[in-house]
């Protein structure tokens, strides 16, 4: 999809694997409604 977590833990030092765990295990869950919004964005 983009970056690895190690890639975004060593940019941003704020974050903390546990940050990231439920950052994508929310996107699994609302996928549908995050790309949704996403596209209609992009198309704004």
Request: hydrophobic share 35%; proline share 2%; charged share 25%.
């Amino acid at each position: 999809m983009g970056l690895s977590d190690q890639t975004l833990l060593a940019n941003y030092p704020s974050l903390r694997q546990q940050d990231l765990n439920n950052t994508w295990a929310f996107y699994q869950a609302y996928s549908e409604e995050i790309d949704l919004e996403i596209r209609e964005n992009e198309e704004a």
